[in-house]
């Protein structure tokens, strides 16, 4: 996937504008005026419409640099069984650490969490090496863990004194996870 910041960076590092580029992303279905919304948006962060695999080739040959120094990979796990807050102690660990060191960190970290967050990221760099990213130089970019609310089927009651009954809500959460190179 586009990453907004390196997109943003390399276009002002190299000082190309958006019209220059809207130029060259201007495909069948999409004109030019329709790119230069798009690139905006890119740039911000929004990816509505989303680039595609073309838009991407295309954006890095007008910017004279590689497919892979514009993505980042990214993976999630949608409604792990723990709570966010659990999962947020190990995420924080790895943010800012290459992809070894963190893989290193999850493997002796005591917590339920930890195995979880390894599948995801484990998950990513099998994305980016899909795409022959160099694995070596990957590092964790970004790593979220945001609640999901209660689990399905788990809304259970256990019975308390005088005929009263507390609920039991077990949580499950979201885990992002998302790598880039170097």
Do not use: C, E, W
């Given at each position: 996937m586009l990453s907004a910041e390196k997109f943003k960076d390399l276009c002002q590092l190299r000082q190309i504008d958006v019209q220059?580029?809207?130029?060259?992303l201007a495909r069948a279905g999409l004109n030019e005026r329709e790119a230069a919304v798009a690139i905006t948006n890119w740039q911000r962060g929004l990816f509505k419409p989303k680039p595609r695999a073309e838009d991407v080739r295309r954006l890095a040959a007008?910017?004279?640099?590689?497919e892979n120094d514009l993505a980042d990979w990214r993976s999630s796990y949608r409604f792990a069984p723990i709570s966010s807050r659990k999962g947020r102690l190990v995420a924080q660990l790895i943010v800012g650490r290459s992809v070894q060191d963190a893989?290193?960190?999850?493997?002796?970290?005591?917590?339920r969490a930890a195995t979880m967050i390894d599948k995801v990221l484990k998950t990513a760099v099998a994305d980016a090496d899909e795409q022959r990213a160099d694995?070596?130089?990957?590092?964790?970019?970004q790593a979220r863990v945001d609640d999901?609310?209660?689990?399905i089927g788990t809304k259970r009651w256990i019975p308390k004194d005088?005929?009263?009954?507390?609920?039991i809500r077990k949580k499950a959460c979201h885990?992002?996870?998302?790598v880039t190179q170097i």
């Open positions: 220059q580029l809207a130029g060259h007008a910017l004279g640099v590689g893989m290193d960190i999850l493997k002796f970290t005591r917590k694995v070596d130089n990957l590092y964790v970019s999901a609310g209660v689990r005088r005929g009263r009954a507390h609920p885990i992002h996870i998302t």
